[in-house]
C-alpha cells in the first residue's frame, strides 16, 4: 500500500510553516525521514498519524484518505511518538491491555496472547508487572513499540526511536522494524544517519517543512560517487580552509587533527583524497543546498 | 536574584490570560454580590427592604471574607503552581544547579504567588466598592464609603489568612511536587475549619473558638455574636485581645511553616517520596542480549463494531473508575466527609439537647453534608478523567488508537457515575452503621436505595454531565473546578437578578421531602424537572463529544471547525433529538410555571401589595357582620389529592349601623358564594381576590345574614404541587379554604424604606395597645369573635378525618367514610382538618378524654405526651381556670408540611418531627423531655389562645405564645426538677439573643412586640420565669388567675399586654416594679460579672467568700441602640485607673441572685449543690461581699443561673480555691 501525500502544508499558531506545500510517495518497505531539529519531521508525522490537521493538502494511504476517514487509518496505524508518557500506577501488562482494548481486540484470551507476546519481542517480559512510569528512557522506548504492535498495524510512523536506546536494544529494535515492516509501510524518522543506512530501501531528507531529496541509501551515496574529497588538517588550519572550499564536516581525529570532507566534482587540490560516499555527505549536501544565498 | 525570579513570576502571570480571567471573576462576582444587596436589582425583581446597611464593617467584612475562600481554591494553581512549574517543565533540574540561595528561590516563588493573589483579592476590594454605590443601588442601604473598613478588613483577617492558606499549599506542593496534593490540602483544611466550627459550637467554647479559628471568624464572633442591628450598621469590628490572639497564633503557624518548608527544602532532582512499604535495593542488570530476527505475532480478531466499541466503553470506565478510587484526592474527600457526616450525625438533629432517634430519612438528611463532598468530587473528576491522558502526556497514544471519541468520552461519565455511586453508598452504609451503633435496627433498604440511587443521584448526574461539558471546553481541571464551583454557587443566587424561574437556573427546580407517614409524597414534578436537566446535560455531552481533542488542535478557532465537521451523523441526530426534547419540555415547564397567567415574579408580588393596600385599605374600617356559626362539609380524596368543600356562615350585624356592602375576601381556588338575601356583585377583582357585595336591603343592625360557600381544591400538574391534599396525612385550615370579611392588613409592605418608595406611608403595623379603639378584633381574625362550629368531613375508607368538636357520629357511604364533629362550646374562627390512617390512643383523665392520632409505627413517646397532656391541664386548671373541653386531641401530620405543632380547639395537629421520634434520656441532665414540654404548651394555648385573646395590636402574643411558653417550662420544672430549666433557659437566652441579630424592621419590647418567636418565645419564656423567680410563683399566678376571670372568652373590646402587665404589677411589690419595667416595657440587658472572689476556711470549720462583682445594666433601642438613662444625671460610671473607659449603667436599685455553690457525689454522679442563694439590692457597679457558709465552695456567682438577659453569661460564675487563715 502506497502512502500518498500531496500539497500539504501547517503553519502553526506563531507563524512557523512546519510543513511546507509538501509532496511525496511512499511505499512498501523502510523509509527513513532524515532532518536536523525543527525540520517538521514531527509535524509531519503527527499530522499523517491522524492527530494534527493541516491548512491544506490531502494524505491518502491506499484507499484510505486519511484526512476524511482517520478512524480508517487509526485501524492499520501503530505510531510511536518522540516523546510520550503513560498512566501512573499502571503495570506493563495492564496498560498493554488497556491499548489491546484500545485498538479493538475484544477477546480477553487473545489480547492475553499478544500482550505476551509483544512483551517478549521488547524484552520487557520480566518486568512486565512493574509500573512503566518508573520504567528506564530506554525501558519506556520498548514500551512505546510494544504498544505499536498490538493492531498488527500496516502503516507504521514512529519518531526518532532510537534515540536513549542502548547498542544491543538499537539493534534488537531496528530488527523488530524491519521484520514487521516487510510487508507494509515504517515512516522513520531520525536524525541518525547510521539508521537509514542500515535499515531504509528509501529515505528523504526534510528541512523547513520541505522535502529536500527523495531517494534511497544506495543511490543517493551512488550519484556522488567521486564526488567527495577528504584531508586531514591542523587545527589552526581550519578556517583558512573554510574560506576555501565547501566543507561538509569536520571530524576531530584522536590527535587533534581534523578530517576535512568536502564535496566537489573535481579534485579541490593536491592533498585531498578521494573517498567512498557516506549517506552523511549526501545529508550535508542537501541541506547546504537549501541554505539562503548569501547576498 | 530574587527580583531577578519575582519578576519573572510576575511577568509570567501578567502574560497569562487565566490570571485576567480570574481577575474579572473575582470582580464580577463581587461587584454582582455587593449590588444586589444594596438593591441594584430592585427594578427588576422586588426591593431589597431591610434595616441592614450593607457596607458596614459587618457587612464588607462578610462579603470580603466570604468571596476569599473561593480564592483558596486557586491557590495550588497560582502559589503551588509557581514552584511546581519547575517541576513540571523540568527546569528544576538546571535552575537547581544554579548558584542561588534557597532562600531567594523559595521567598521570591512565594511572595511573587501572594503579589498575584493579593491583585484578585483587590479586585475583589474593588468590585465590592464599585458595586455597593454604583448607580442605581438604594442609598438608604449604604452609609459613606470608609477606607479604613476595607484596609483593616484586609490587613487583619485576609491578608493572614491569604498567607497561612498559601504556606500550606506552598510547602505541600513543595515537597510533594504535586500540585493535587495542594489542592486536596485546601479542601482538607476548609473541611477541618468547618468542623472545628461544628465541634466548637457549644458557647461554652467560644473562647477556644475564637483563638483556633484559622479564619478569625471564631475571634470575631466572639465579640460580635450578639450585636443588634444598629451595633451591626455603625461598629467597626473590634480589634482586642482575641482577635489580637488568634491573628497572632496563625500568623506564627504560617511563619512556622514556612520555616519548615526553607529548612527541609532541598535543591534535589527527585521529590519527597512517603513509603509505607521498606523496600530492599536491589541491583538491576541487563540480563538478554539476544536479538530477534522472526516475529509472529499471534493471530487475533480485530473488532471496531458499535457494539463492541459500547462494551469497550464499559470497561474503560471502570480503568478510569479505579483510577479515582485509588486516587490520594478522592480517598482524602472521602475521610474528610466522612468525618463532617459522623460529626453531623452525633450533633444534628437536637432539639432542646435531645437527640432524634436515627430513623432512616434522619440519616439520609445528614447525608447532605456529603453531598458538597460528591459534588466537588464530581467536578474535579470529571477534569482529572477528560484530561488524564494529556496529564500523563499518553494522550498521542490513546489519541491514534481507532477508539471513536464518544467511547472514549461516554467511558468517562459512566466512570464518574460509577463514582458517584460508591460515594453514596458511604452514606448508606455509615447510616446503617451509625443507626446499629445507636441500637437501631428497623434499617429501611429500599428507602435508603430509592433516596440515593434514584433521586439524590439524579441531581448528581446532572452536575456530572455539565462537569464533563466544562471540563472539556476549558481543559484544564484546576480552572474548570472553579469555574464549575462558582456555577454551582451561584445558580441559586440568579434570583437575585430576577432570574426567578427554575428553568433558567441548572439542576434548579423542586426538591422532595420524606415523611415516614406519607412517603415521598407526588415525585412528578421533581422528576419532570430532573429529566428537563438531564436532556440539557445530555445536550451539552453531544456538545462536548464535539469538541473533545483529539491530537493537538492548535487554537479553539480549529476546535470549532472541529466540531463543526463532526456535527453529523449519529451526533448530529443525537443532539438535535436532545436539544428539541429539552427546549420541547422546557417550554411545557414554561406554559405552566412561567407564563403571567401563571407566575407572579417577586416584582409583581410587590406591586400587588402596593396595589392591594392603595385599593382596599380605605375599606378596613367599614363596617362588616361578624361570622357567629359556621357548618362545614368537607371531602377529602387522599389518593385523588383532592377535595371539594362547602360551609355555610351565619353572620349578625353587631354593629349599631346598617350594613349595605359586604367584602369578601376569598383565594383563588374555583369557588361560589351565595348570600341568602337579595344582592348585587358590584365589584369583582380577580387579582386580589376582593369582591364587594351590595345589598339593597340593608343589612339591620342585629339582622342575620347567611353566606353559603363551596370551594375545590386546586389539583397536581405534572410540573407543580398544587393541591395541599397528601396521600396520608392531611392538614389544612379554614384560611386556606374559606374567605373572610374585610380588608387584611396582612398583605401589606412592612419594610419602610420601600413603602416610602411607593408613597406608602410608614407601616407601624398594628396599632398601640393603648388606642381603645383597635380593640374591636383578636389578633386571630378580623370577621368573628366566637362561633358555634359544626363540621362534617369525609375521607377515604382507611382513614380517619378529624376537625375541631365531638364526633357526633359516624358512618360509611359509597366507600367511604364520613364523620360528624360539633363543637358545644363557642371557639374561636379558626379550625383544620386532618385526615391519615391513624392509630389512636385513649385515656380518660377526670372526665377528659386524652387521644393521640398518630402514626402506626411512631409509638416511642406517646406516654410522654400523655403525661404532658395531664401535666398541663392540671397546672393550667388549678392555677387559671376550668378547662372549656371534655376532650383534648394530639394530631400527627407529615413532617413535610413543617416541624411545629399548633394548637385548635380541643384539637393539636403535632408534627411527626417535633417529638413523636424524639429519643429522649431521662438520665441526662442536658436534655429536655420536648415531646412532655411541646405537647404542655400545646395544651396551654387552649387557655392561652383559646380562652383569653388578646385583641389585634402589639404586644397580643405576649397572652398567647408567651403563657404557653411559661405555662410549659413550670410544667416541666415540676415533672423535672430545677436543674432541667438550666438547659431549657440557656437555651432560650442563646435563642434570644443570637435572632434579634437578625431582626430587619424593629425589636420592641416584650409587651409591644411585633409577634417574633425569638420575642414572644425565648424572651418572654425567661421573663415570664424571672417574675416567678422575683414575686413568687404562687403570687404570679394569682394575679395571672385574676386577669384570667376577667377576660376569658370576652367579646370586643378585647384585652392588651398593657392589662395583662397592670395584674402583674398590682402582685408586684414597689421594690421590684423596675423588673416589670426592665422586662416587659423596655428591652434591658444586663453586664453582670465576678471580677475576683476569695475564699478563706475559718477556724471554726466555716467559710468565708468574699465576692467582688459588678452589675450593670443598659437598654436598646427598636433598633439595637444602646442607651442607660433617660434623663441628664441618671445613668451611673464606674472606673478605676486601670480601665480605658468607664463602665456605664443605668440606674440600679436592683435585686440580684448571689450563689455559691460546691460539687457533691449524688448516686455516683457529680452534682452541684447550693450552698447560699439570695437576692442582694444592688446600687451600684463595683461590689463586694462577704458571706459565710458551712461548706467548703468551688464556685461563685452573679446571677449565677442566668435568669436576666445577659449577653456574656459564662462571666457570671467563677471557680474558687480556698486559703488558708
Given at each position: 500500500m502506497k502512502l500518498v501525500i500531496q500539497n500539504l502544508t501547517k503553519t502553526y499558531k506563531n507563524g512557523v510553516k512546519a510543513i511546507d506545500n509538501l509532496s511525496i510517495e511512499i511505499g512498501t518497505g523502510m523509509f527513513g525521514l532524515l532532518g536536523p531539529n525543527g525540520a517538521g519531521k514531527s509535524s509531519l508525522m503527527r499530522t499523517i498519524a491522524t492527530l494534527q490537521s493541516p491548512d491544506s493538502g490531502s494524505i491518502t494511504f491506499g484507499d484510505i484518505n486519511v484526512l476524511e476517514d482517520n478512524m480508517s487509518l487509526r485501524k492499520v496505524l501503530g505510531y510511536l511518538p518522540q516523546s510520550f508518557g503513560v498512566y501512573p500506577k499502571m503495570s506493563a501488562e495492564d496498560l498493554l491491555d488497556y491499548f489491546a482494548t484500545l485498538k479493538g481486540i475484544s477477546n480477553k484470551t487473545e489480547r492475553k496472547a499478544i500482550v505476551k507476546e509483544v512483551l517478549e519481542i521488547t524484552n520487557l517480559y520480566d518486568v512486565r508487572?512493574?509500573?512503566?512510569?518508573?520504567?528506564?528512557?530506554?525501558?519506556?522506548?520498548?514500551?512505546?513499540?510494544?504498544?505499536?504492535?498490538?493492531?498488527?498495524?500496516?502503516?507504521?510512523?514512529?519518531?526518532?526511536?532510537?534515540?536513549?536506546?542502548?547498542?544491543?536494544?538499537?539493534?534488537?529494535?531496528?530488527?523488530?522494524?524491519?521484520?514487521?515492516?516487510?510487508?507494509?509501510?515504517?515512516?522513520?524518522?531520525?536524525?541518525?544517519?547510521?539508521?537509514?543506512?542500515?535499515?531504509?530501501?528509501?529515505?528523504?531528507?526534510?528541512n523547513g517543512g520541505r522535502i529536500l531529496k527523495h531517494t534511497t541509501p544506495q543511490e543517493a551515496t551512488g550519484v556522488l560517487k567521486g564526488t567527495i574529497w577528504q584531508k586531514t588538517i591542523e587545527r589552526e588550519d581550519l578556517e583558512e580552509n573554510e574560506k576555501l572550499y565547501n566543507i561538509l564536516s569536520s571530524n576531530y581525529n584522536q590527535d587533534n587533527t581534523l578530517n576535512l570532507r568536502v564535496h566537489a566534482s573535481e579534485k579541490p587540490s593536491e592533498d585531498f583524497v578521494e573517498v567512498e560516499p557516506q549517506l552523511d555527505d549526501v545529508y550535508f549536501i542537501a541541506l547546504k543546498q537549501d541554505e539562503p544565498e548569501l547576498v | 536574584m530574587f527580583s531577578t525570579i519575582f519578576k519573572q513570576e510576575l511577568k509570567y502571570w501578567f502574560n497569562k490570560p487565566a490570571f485576567y480571567i480570574y481577575l474579572a471573576i473575582f470582580l464580577g462576582l463581587s461587584f454582582f454580590l455587593s449590588a444586589a444587596s444594596a438593591g441594584f436589582f430592585d427594578t427588576i425583581t422586588a426591593t431589597t427592604g431591610s434595616s441592614r446597611i450593607v457596607n458596614s464593617p459587618t457587612g464588607v467584612r462578610n462579603v470580603f471574607n466570604a468571596l476569599t475562600v473561593f480564592i483558596f481554591f486557586l491557590f495550588p494553581s497560582i502559589i503551588g503552581l509557581s514552584i511546581y512549574r519547575d517541576y513540571k517543565s523540568e527546569m528544576h533540574t538546571i535552575l537547581y544547579s544554579y548558584p542561588f540561595t534557597k532562600a531567594n528561590y523559595l521567598f521570591a516563588k512565594f511572595f511573587s504567588g501572594i503579589v498575584i493573589v493579593s491583585l484578585i483579592v483587590l479586585s475583589i476590594a474593588l468590585g465590592m466598592i464599585i458595586g455597593f454605590r454604583f448607580p442605581g443601588t438604594n442609598p438608604d442601604l449604604i452609609t459613606t464609603f470608609n477606607g479604613a473598613t476595607y484596609l483593616l478588613t484586609y490587613l487583619i483577617f485576609i491578608l493572614p489568612n491569604v498567607l497561612l492558606f498559601g504556606a500550606i499549599v506552598f510547602a505541600v506542593v513543595a515537597f510533594t511536587r504535586n500540585i493535587a496534593a495542594g489542592f486536596i490540602t485546601v479542601i482538607?483544611?476548609?473541611?477541618?475549619?468547618?468542623?472545628?466550627?461544628?465541634?466548637?459550637?457549644?458557647?461554652?467554647?467560644?473562647?477556644?473558638?475564637?483563638?483556633?479559628?484559622?479564619?478569625?471568624?471564631?475571634?470575631?464572633?466572639?465579640?460580635?455574636?450578639?450585636?443588634?442591628?444598629?451595633?451591626?450598621?455603625?461598629?467597626?469590628?473590634?480589634?482586642?485581645?482575641?482577635?489580637?490572639?488568634?491573628?497572632?497564633?496563625?500568623?506564627?503557624?504560617?511563619?512556622l511553616i514556612f520555616g519548615l518548608?526553607?529548612?527541609?527544602?532541598?535543591?534535589?532532582?527527585?521529590?519527597?517520596?512517603?513509603?509505607?512499604?521498606?523496600?530492599?535495593?536491589?541491583?538491576?542488570?541487563?540480563?538478554?542480549?539476544?536479538?530477534?530476527?522472526?516475529?509472529?505475532?499471534?493471530?487475533?480478531?480485530?473488532?471496531?463494531?458499535?457494539?463492541?466499541?459500547?462494551?469497550?466503553?464499559?470497561?474503560?470506565?471502570?480503568?478510569?473508575?479505579?483510577?479515582?478510587?485509588?486516587?490520594?484526592?478522592?480517598?482524602?474527600?472521602?475521610l474528610v466527609g466522612l468525618v463532617l457526616m459522623i460529626v453531623g450525625l452525633s450533633e444534628i438533629g437536637n432539639i432542646f439537647g435531645t437527640p432524634t432517634l436515627p430513623v432512616t430519612w434522619k440519616m439520609l438528611n445528614i447525608g447532605g453534608v456529603f453531598s458538597i463532598?460528591?459534588?466537588?468530587?464530581?467536578?474535579?473528576?470529571?477534569?482529572?478523567?477528560?484530561?488524564?491522558?494529556?496529564?500523563?502526556?499518553?494522550?498521542?497514544?490513546?489519541?491514534?488508537?481507532p477508539i471513536p471519541n464518544w467511547t472514549l468520552l461516554f467511558s468517562k461519565v459512566i466512570a464518574l457515575v460509577k463514582m458517584q455511586w460508591i460515594l453514596l453508598a458511604v452514606i448508606m452504609v455509615s447510616g446503617i452503621l451509625f443507626q446499629m451503633y445507636n441500637g437501631y435496627y428497623n434499617f429501611e433498604?429500599?428507602?435508603?436505595?430509592?433516596?440515593?440511587?434514584?433521586?439524590?443521584?439524579?441531581?448528581?448526574?446532572?452536575?456530572?454531565?455539565?462537569?464533563?461539558?466544562?471540563?472539556?471546553?476549558?481543559?484544564?481541571?484546576?480552572?474548570?473546578?472553579?469555574?464549575?464551583?462558582?456555577?454551582?454557587?451561584?445558580?441559586?443566587?440568579?434570583?437575585?437578578?430576577?432570574?426567578?424561574?427554575?428553568?433558567y437556573k441548572y439542576n434548579q427546580g423542586p426538591g422532595f421531602g420524606y415523611s415516614d407517614m406519607n412517603g415521598y409524597g407526588i415525585l412528578t414534578p421533581f422528576l419532570m424537572y430532573k429529566l428537563y436537566w438531564i436532556l440539557c446535560g445530555l445536550s451539552l455531552l453531544i456538545i462536548a463529544a464535539l469538541f473533545w481533542v483529539r491530537g493537538i488542535p492548535s487554537s479553539f478557532g480549529e476546535r470549532i471547525s472541529i466540531a463543526k465537521n463532526r456535527f453529523k451523523g449519529g451526533f448530529a441526530i443525537s443532539f438535535i433529538i436532545f436539544f428539541v426534547a429539552f427546549v420541547s419540555l422546557g417550554f411545557s415547564i414554561y406554559q405552566e410555571t412561567g407564563t403571567k397567567a401563571n407566575k407572579t415574579s417577586a416584582k409583581e408580588f410587590e406591586l400587588r401589595r402596593v396595589e392591594w393596600e392603595k385599593k382596599y385599605k380605605k375599606f378596613e374600617n367599614y363596617a362588616q357582620p361578624r361570622i357567629v356559626a359556621v357548618n362545614a362539609n368537607v371531602n377529602i380524596f387522599p389518593k385523588k389529592r383532592f377535595y371539594d368543600a362547602s360551609a355555610k356562615f351565619t353572620m349578625i350585624n353587631k354593629t349599631d349601623q346598617a350594613i349595605d356592602s359586604l367584602f369578601l375576601n376569598h383565594n383563588s381556588l374555583k369557588s361560589t358564594f351565595t348570600f341568602n338575601k337579595p344582592n348585587k356583585l358590584v365589584s369583582e377583582d380577580t387579582i386580589h381576590n376582593f369582591d364587594i357585595y351590595f345589598f339593597e336591603n340593608k343589612i339591620m343592625p342585629g339582622d342575620t345574614l347567611e353566606l353559603e360557600v363551596t370551594v375545590e381544591s386546586d389539583k397536581n400538574t405534572t410540573y407543580r404541587r398544587k393541591s395541599p391534599i397528601r396521600e396520608n396525612g392531611?392538614?389544612?385550615?379554614?384560611?386556606?379554604?374559606?374567605?373572610?370579611?374585610?380588608?387584611?392588613?396582612?398583605?401589606?409592605?412592612?419594610?419602610?424604606?420601600?413603602?416610602?418608595?411607593?408613597?406608602?406611608?410608614?407601616?407601624?403595623?398594628?396599632?398601640?395597645?393603648?388606642?381603645?379603639?383597635?380593640?374591636?378584633?383578636?389578633?386571630?381574625?378580623?370577621?368573628?369573635?366566637?362561633?358555634?362550629?359544626?363540621?362534617?368531613?369525609?375521607?377515604?375508607?382507611?382513614?380517619?378525618?378529624?376537625?375541631?368538636?365531638?364526633?357526633?357520629?359516624?358512618?360509611?357511604?359509597?366507600?367511604?367514610?364520613?364523620?360528624?364533629?360539633?363543637?358545644?362550646?363557642?371557639?374561636?374562627?379558626?379550625?383544620?382538618?386532618?385526615?391519615?390512617?391513624?392509630?389512636?390512643?385513649?385515656?380518660?383523665?377526670?372526665?377528659?378524654?386524652?387521644?393521640?392520632?398518630?402514626?402506626?409505627?411512631?409509638?416511642?413517646?406517646?406516654?410522654?405526651?400523655?403525661?404532658?397532656?395531664?401535666?398541663?391541664?392540671?397546672?393550667?386548671?388549678?392555677?387559671?381556670?376550668?378547662?372549656?373541653?371534655?376532650?383534648?386531641?394530639?394530631?400527627?401530620?407529615?413532617?413535610?408540611?413543617?416541624?411545629?405543632?399548633?394548637?385548635?380547639?380541643?384539637?393539636?395537629?403535632?408534627?411527626?418531627?417535633?417529638?413523636?421520634?424524639?429519643?429522649?434520656?431521662?438520665?441526662?441532665?442536658?436534655?429536655?423531655?420536648?415531646?412532655?414540654?411541646?405537647?404542655?404548651?400545646?395544651?396551654?394555648?387552649?387557655?392561652?389562645?383559646?380562652?383569653?385573646?388578646?385583641?389585634?395590636?402589639?404586644?397580643?402574643?405576649?397572652?398567647?405564645?408567651?403563657?404557653?411558653?411559661?405555662?410549659?417550662?413550670?410544667?416541666?420544672?415540676?415533672?423535672?426538677?430545677?436543674?432541667?430549666?438550666?438547659?431549657?433557659?440557656?437555651?432560650?437566652?442563646?435563642?434570644?439573643?443570637?435572632?434579634?441579630?437578625?431582626?430587619?424592621?424593629?425589636?420592641?419590647?416584650?409587651?409591644?412586640?411585633?409577634?417574633?418567636?425569638?420575642?414572644?418565645?425565648?424572651?418572654?419564656?425567661?421573663?415570664?420565669?424571672?417574675?416567678?423567680?422575683?414575686?413568687?410563683?404562687?403570687?404570679?399566678?394569682?394575679?395571672?388567675?385574676?386577669?384570667?376571670?376577667?377576660?376569658?372568652?370576652?367579646?370586643?373590646?378585647?384585652?392588651?399586654?398593657?392589662?395583662?402587665?397592670?395584674?402583674?404589677?398590682?402582685?408586684?411589690?414597689?421594690?421590684?416594679?423596675?423588673?416589670?419595667?426592665?422586662?416587659?416595657?423596655?428591652?434591658?440587658?444586663?453586664?453582670?460579672?465576678?471580677?475576683?472572689?476569695?475564699?478563706?476556711?475559718?477556724?471554726?470549720?466555716?467559710?468565708?467568700?468574699?465576692?467582688?462583682?459588678?452589675?450593670?445594666?443598659?437598654?436598646?433601642?427598636?433598633?439595637?441602640?444602646?442607651?442607660?438613662?433617660?434623663?441628664?444625671?441618671?445613668?451611673?460610671?464606674?472606673?478605676?485607673?486601670?480601665?480605658?473607659?468607664?463602665?456605664?449603667?443605668?440606674?440600679?436599685?436592683?435585686?440580684?441572685?448571689?450563689?455559691?455553690?460546691?460539687?457533691?457525689?449524688?448516686?455516683?454522679?457529680?452534682?452541684?449543690?447550693?450552698?447560699?442563694?439570695?437576692?442582694?439590692?444592688?446600687?451600684?457597679?463595683?461590689?463586694?461581699?462577704?458571706?459565710?457558709?458551712?461548706?467548703k465552695p468551688m464556685e461563685v456567682g452573679v446571677d449565677p443561673y442566668n435568669k436576666l438577659i445577659d449577653t456574656q453569661s459564662e462571666d457570671n460564675r467563677r471557680k474558687v480555691d480556698v486559703t488558708n487563715k
Open positions: 508487572r512493574k509500573h512503566v512510569a518508573g520504567y528506564s528512557g530506554g525501558m519506556k522506548q520498548r514500551f512505546g513499540i510494544a504498544q505499536l504492535l498490538l493492531n498488527n498495524p500496516k502503516l507504521i510512523i514512529v519518531d526518532e526511536p532510537t534515540a536513549g536506546l542502548d547498542p544491543a536494544e538499537r539493534h534488537r529494535f531496528l530488527n523488530v522494524l524491519r521484520e514487521v515492516g516487510t510487508n507494509c509501510t515504517v515512516i522513520f524518522s531520525t536524525h541518525i544517519v547510521e539508521d537509514v543506512k542500515e535499515l531504509c530501501n528509501e529515505m528523504a531528507i526534510l | 482538607v483544611l476548609l473541611f477541618v475549619q468547618g468542623v472545628v466550627a461544628s465541634v466548637l459550637g457549644e458557647p461554652e467554647q467560644r473562647t477556644l473558638l475564637a483563638l483556633l479559628d484559622p479564619f478569625g471568624d471564631g475571634a470575631v464572633i466572639y465579640y460580635t455574636k450578639y450585636w443588634t442591628p444598629s451595633e451591626q450598621n455603625e461598629l467597626q469590628i473590634p480589634i482586642k485581645e482575641m482577635v489580637i490572639y488568634n491573628r497572632l497564633l496563625w500568623l506564627g503557624i504560617s511563619t518548608v526553607y529548612r527541609f527544602f532541598a535543591f534535589s532532582q527527585n521529590a519527597l517520596s512517603i513509603s509505607f512499604k521498606k523496600s530492599k535495593g536491589e541491583r538491576v542488570i541487563k540480563t538478554n542480549f539476544s536479538g530477534i530476527t522472526k516475529i509472529v505475532l499471534p493471530e487475533v480478531t480485530y473488532n471496531h463494531s458499535f457494539s463492541q466499541n459500547l462494551k469497550t466503553m464499559w470497561k474503560l470506565s471502570n480503568i478510569d473508575f479505579k483510577y479515582i478510587v485509588k486516587s490520594w484526592p478522592f480517598i482524602s474527600i472521602v463532598s460528591i459534588n466537588i468530587c464530581t467536578f474535579l473528576y470529571a477534569g482529572m478523567l477528560v484530561n488524564r491522558a494529556k496529564i500523563a502526556r499518553a494522550n498521542h497514544l490513546v489519541d491514534a488508537t433498604l429500599g428507602h435508603y436505595f430509592t433516596e440515593l440511587f434514584l433521586l439524590s443521584f439524579l441531581g448528581y448526574f446532572v452536575w456530572a454531565l455539565l462537569s464533563i461539558f466544562i471540563q472539556t471546553l476549558i481543559g484544564n481541571p484546576y480552572l474548570g473546578l472553579f469555574v464549575l464551583l462558582v456555577i454551582s454557587i451561584g445558580m441559586p443566587f440568579l434570583s437575585t437578578a430576577g432570574i426567578e424561574l427554575d428553568i392531611t392538614f389544612i385550615n379554614n384560611f386556606s379554604m374559606f374567605p373572610s370579611l374585610g380588608y387584611s392588613s396582612n398583605g401589606e409592605l412592612t419594610d419602610d424604606k420601600t413603602r416610602k418608595k411607593y408613597e406608602l406611608p410608614p407601616n407601624d403595623l398594628k396599632p398601640h395597645p393603648s388606642d381603645s379603639t383597635a380593640l374591636g378584633n383578636t389578633y386571630i381574625s378580623k370577621d368573628s369573635d366566637w362561633i358555634d362550629f359544626e363540621a362534617t368531613v369525609s375521607t377515604s375508607k382507611d382513614q380517619i378525618a378529624i376537625a375541631p368538636g365531638y364526633l357526633q357520629k359516624e358512618w360509611t357511604e359509597n366507600d367511604r367514610r364520613y364523620f360528624h364533629y360539633k363543637m358545644d362550646n363557642k371557639i374561636l374562627n379558626f379550625y383544620a382538618f386532618n385526615s391519615a390512617r391513624y392509630e389512636v390512643k385513649k385515656e380518660m383523665y377526670k372526665g377528659i378524654s386524652l387521644e393521640i392520632y398518630y402514626h402506626k409505627p411512631h409509638t416511642f413517646n406517646l406516654d410522654r405526651m400523655m403525661k404532658g397532656m395531664k401535666r398541663s391541664l392540671e397546672y393550667n386548671g388549678k392555677n387559671f381556670s376550668p378547662y372549656q373541653f371534655r376532650q383534648a386531641r394530639i394530631i400527627e401530620f407529615p413532617r413535610t408540611g413543617g416541624t411545629f405543632a399548633q394548637a385548635f380547639a380541643n384539637t393539636m395537629p403535632f408534627s411527626e418531627g417535633i417529638g413523636f421520634i424524639a429519643d429522649v434520656d431521662d438520665k441526662s441532665d442536658d436534655g429536655v423531655d420536648y415531646p412532655f414540654s411541646v405537647t404542655a404548651h400545646e395544651v396551654a394555648h387552649q387557655w392561652w389562645a383559646h380562652q383569653v385573646i388578646g385583641a389585634d395590636v402589639l404586644g397580643a402574643t405576649l397572652l398567647s405564645e408567651s403563657m404557653a411558653e411559661y405555662v410549659s417550662l413550670k410544667v416541666l420544672e415540676h415533672e423535672y426538677g430545677k436543674t432541667k430549666m438550666r438547659t431549657f433557659l440557656k437555651d432560650a437566652l442563646d435563642g434570644y439573643l443570637l435572632q434579634r441579630t437578625l431582626e430587619r424592621k424593629r425589636e420592641k419590647p416584650l409587651m409591644y412586640n411585633d409577634g417574633q418567636g425569638y420575642i414572644h418565645y425565648q424572651k418572654g419564656s425567661m421573663v415570664l420565669y424571672a417574675l416567678s423567680d422575683y414575686i413568687g410563683e404562687e403570687n404570679l399566678n394569682n394575679a395571672i388567675q385574676k386577669f384570667t376571670k376577667k377576660v376569658r372568652f370576652q367579646n370586643p373590646p378585647y384585652t392588651t399586654s398593657i392589662e395583662f402587665v397592670n395584674h402583674l404589677k398590682e402582685a408586684t411589690p414597689d421594690s421590684l416594679q423596675y423588673v416589670i419595667k426592665d422586662m416587659f416595657e423596655t428591652i434591658t440587658l444586663y453586664k453582670n460579672r465576678v471580677t475576683d472572689a476569695k475564699v478563706t476556711a475559718l477556724d471554726n470549720g466555716k467559710f468565708e467568700v468574699e465576692i467582688d462583682f459588678e452589675v450593670a445594666k443598659y437598654r436598646n433601642d427598636e433598633k439595637g441602640k444602646r442607651y442607660y438613662g433617660e434623663k441628664v444625671g441618671d445613668t451611673l460610671s464606674y472606673k478605676t485607673d486601670k480601665m480605658n473607659k468607664p463602665i456605664l449603667s443605668s440606674l440600679l436599685n436592683d435585686y440580684i441572685d448571689i450563689g455559691i455553690f460546691t460539687e457533691k457525689e449524688v448516686d455516683g454522679k457529680k452534682e452541684e449543690v447550693e450552698l447560699y442563694l439570695k437576692k442582694h439590692k444592688i446600687t451600684s457597679i463595683n461590689n463586694s461581699i462577704k458571706i459565710i457558709v458551712d461548706e
